[in-house]
């Protein structure tokens, strides 16, 4: 049978598109296939709390992953996030002990992420400065803030943030914490936020081809630093979480988180080279970094820094897996 000239385009289109979610859909089976394997190998990784769990504790993960695919998607890296989280908690920590209404807190803490972000992006756009060198200098500021606040860790024994801590959510037999909800609506509005805005439009435009989108008219410094706004505001909201979780703000806290993040929002199939990539996507990587480290935990025979190779081995494989769909794409 030949195929009409009118055909032909709607063809080739027809198999193009599934490309942009062979990352994705890899991301979604390997997740099924370990947890099949935890399974198979762990009568109680069956138990849905088991899932729960992996939410709650990777909740602030998830939030922080969420601004950095808004940055990766635009072509950009933001290094800052881990510091910024802990700062969030520091701050938040320190003033709660110095007697500050939590209500206040609250609201100082959200502030301090999407300030320095705003900072970074004004920079990175107006200076022409590679983002990877402005947000080093964020991740050395954040993380020095941190010490000069205090050199030791700081308890929280307010009495809402305690609550917040230690309230449960019950889903019939099972729950989950205040912070699992809050991370779903973070995940819920910047999945809208991406599919069905002006933002999220620009934001894979400049990510496809910067140059193009500014040939077009669309604000590309503007939709830049909106992105690393977006980020630090995650990372805020990712350190009260965090503050939630620990019940303390501590110096050394989230070191090397904003790599756990990265590699979440790689493995989720985001491309880092921008342009392609879904919030959907983040979460299966968050959920598959969870599940790496429940396994081992199930396992209690293996060291913890097996998470750290298997991640490493898995970041290579999807790498390669992008690099492949950008030439079959191309």
């Known amino acids: 049978m030949t195929t009409t000239p009118l055909a032909a385009p709607a063809a080739r289109a027809w198999w193009r598109l599934p490309q942009r979610h062979v990352p994705v859909l890899a991301t979604l089976a390997l997740l099924l296939v370990m947890y099949g394997v935890g399974v198979s190998q762990y009568r109680a990784f069956s138990n849905v709390q088991v899932v729960f769990n992996i939410f709650i504790d990777n909740g602030f993960l998830l939030v922080v992953a969420v601004g950095m695919t808004f940055v990766i998607l635009t072509g950009g890296i933001d290094l800052s996030v881990g510091s910024v989280v802990a700062m969030t908690a ?43 060198i402005v947000t080093l200098a964020g991740m050395f500021f954040a993380r020095g803030m941190c010490t000069w606040i205090s050199s030791t860790s700081i308890p929280i024994t307010d009495g809402f943030w305690t609550g917040v801590a230690q309230e449960r959510i019950r889903i019939g037999e099972n729950f989950v914490s205040v912070s699992v909800l809050i991370a779903l609506a973070v995940v819920l509005v910047a999945a809208v936020t991406l599919a069905y805005t002006r933002l999220g439009r620009n934001v894979y435009a400049v ?9 077009m008219g669309l604000p590309v410094g503007r939709t830049k630093i909106a992105v690393y706004t977006i980020s630090g505001l995650c990372s805020a909201i990712g350190g009260i979480m965090l503050s939630f979780y620990t019940l303390s703000g501590a110096p050394l806290i989230a070191v090397g988180m904003e790599l756990d993040v990265i590699a979440a929002v790689v493995i989720g199939g985001t491309l880092l080279t921008g342009g392609s990539g879904y919030v959907f996507g ?28 298997v991640i490493g081995g898995l970041l290579f494989v999807f790498i390669l897996l992008q690099r492949l769909v950008g030439i079959r794409t191309k």
């Open 90 to 132: 520091m701050v938040s920590a320190s003033l709660l002990r110095g007697g500050m209404p939590p209500a206040l807190v609250l609201v100082i803490a959200l502030l301090i992420g999407p300030t320095l972000g705003f900072a970074m992006g004004c920079v990175i756009h107006f200076f022409d400065i590679q983002p990877f």
């Open 207 to 215: 990510g496809g081809n910067p140059q193009s989108a500014l040939l």
């Open 282 to 309: 983040t979460v299966l990587g968050v959920l598959v970094l969870g599940v790496i480290q429940t396994l081992i935990t199930f396992d209690g025979t293996l060291s913890s820094w097996w998470t750290k190779i």
